[in-house]
């Protein structure tokens, strides 16, 4: 596969510095709902702050990958005295919890690093986020050019995990008669 120089955008996490103020999950569903800025539900946010108010625990998580299978591992990790629980780290839309999925489809979410045309100098969280917890940073790497599967297709994918690809075809076929008639 060819070689290609890519811009790599990273948003590096100071978890010490978080209070739990929620205002990048905000401001994330506002800017991905359509129309922009029309609502505001984090539980659409691709940013989901794990918070334990007792453990002094504020941890804000991008959404990554969508998993089809749950994972069998169940870490904990000790971090400066805070025990943070198995999943905390993990960024996975997977069917073992609700984060990182829209609440009406059940669709995975992933962070996009806003991407938009014209692009933003900063993505919205890091805007936001009035205690400096959200660092953006951009470098230039060379890296093997990839099938990038977009939100459609990651949607399709999930859904067919969950139902089977024969009822996703025929709720397509459906639709698709519907439309024409
Ligand atoms: S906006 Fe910043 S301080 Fe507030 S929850 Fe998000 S990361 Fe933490
Ligand atoms: S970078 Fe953009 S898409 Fe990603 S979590 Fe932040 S606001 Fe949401």
């Given at each position: 596969m060819a070689k290609i120089r890519k811009k790599?955008?990273?948003?590096?996490?100071?978890?010490?510095?978080?209070?739990g103020c929620r205002a990048c999950e905000i401001i994330c569903s506002a800017y991905h709902s359509t129309p922009k800025y029309s609502s505001v539900n984090p539980a659409?946010?691709?940013i989901h702050v794990i918070s334990h108010r007792?453990?002094?625990?504020?941890?804000?998580?991008?959404?990554?990958?969508y998993a089809p299978a749950e994972?069998?591992?169940?870490?904990?990790?000790?971090i400066d005295g805070k025990e943070y629980e198995e999943c905390s780290f993990c960024r996975a839309s997977c069917p073992s919890r609700d984060f990182f999925k829209e609440p009406d489809?059940?669709?995975?979410?992933?962070?996009?690093m806003c991407e938009s045309d014209p692009p933003l100098s900063t993505p919205m969280c890091v805007?936001?986020?009035l205690n400096d917890v959200l660092i953006y940073e951009e470098r230039e790497e060379e890296v093997e050019e990839e099938v990038k599967l977009d939100d459609v297709e990651i949607g399709l994918e999930s859904m067919i995990d969950k139902?089977?690809?024969?009822a996703v075809m025929d709720t397509v076929s459906r639709m698709s008669a519907s439309k024409k008639g």
């Open positions: 790599i955008k990273t948003i590096k996490v100071d978890a010490d510095k978080c209070n659409r946010a691709r007792l453990k002094n625990i504020w941890l804000p998580v991008f959404a990554g990958e994972c069998l591992g169940r870490d904990k990790y000790v489809s059940g669709l995975p979410l992933k962070c996009d805007q936001k986020c139902y089977g690809f024969q």
